[in-house]
């Protein structure tokens, strides 16, 4: 057999294959019938989970979307999706509620009342049928470190309006977000550049 008809028989396999596979994908597609609000999870050890959320705040935007973003624990370090989400305030409403990650607050009192007032924000954003789109970026710590009750926090996820997209982020999602959520991604650890000893850098990780 020649290289030619070797290429040639390699092509029409995988046009067999992506043929079936097209006919199960439109199958999967015609099935989804239901349109409405979604609640995103981002956890797990790997980095991206914020990224992640702060890239489907962008798309919203780009589809011309209100959107809410509520920052939980962090606050301490100005961040680049801070600075530019900024920049939109009559699209954008951004609120940084935390001070900072948990073992330099080392104050369990006072990072349970910024949860309680940065979720007060949250309830706000999540009553709101305007805003098509909520980031509770961090939630998932506050709610590790029970400084929320998951029972609440799920209670108001549930009253939120229809077609209202929720994306939480954050590591250690309780079990039971994450069986009321409608998607959820675990991010895993590979490598890292700080366990080579390489900080952290503006525009890599805030």
Not at 87 to 104: L, N
Not at 113 to 121: L, M
Not at 188 to 197: E, I, P, R
Request: hydrophobic share 40%; net charge negative; proline share 4%.
């Amino acid at each position: 057999m020649t290289t030619e008809d070797n290429d040639d028989a390699l092509n029409e396999r995988h046009r067999s294959r992506m043929q079936r596979k097209k006919a199960v994908v439109d199958t999967k597609i015609a099935a989804a019938t239901d349109v409405r609000g979604v609640l995103l999870v981002n956890t797990g050890n790997g980095k991206g989970k914020s990224s992640s959320g702060f890239g489907m705040v962008i798309r919203a935007m780009g589809h011309d979307m209100q959107v809410g973003v509520v920052q939980f624990i962090k606050g301490a370090i100005p961040t680049g999706e801070e600075r530019f989400l900024r920049r939109f305030p009559e699209q954008c409403s951004f609120h940084v509620m935390g001070e900072g990650y948990t073992w330099e607050t080392q104050d369990r009192t006072r990072d349970i009342e910024k949860a309680q007032a940065a979720w007060a924000c949250a309830r706000e954003l999540l009553n709101d049928p305007t805003i098509g789109l909520v980031l509770l970026d961090e939630l998932n710590i506050a709610l590790k470190h029970n400084y929320l009750d998951v029972q609440t926090v799920l209670a108001d996820l549930r009253a939120r309006p229809p077609a209202q997209h929720v994306v939480i982020t954050g590591r250690g999602a309780p079990p039971e977000l994450i069986d009321a959520a409608d998607t959820v991604t675990d991010m895993t650890l590979v490598k890292h550049a700080f366990s080579q000893g390489i900080q952290a850098q503006p525009g890599v990780e805030l």
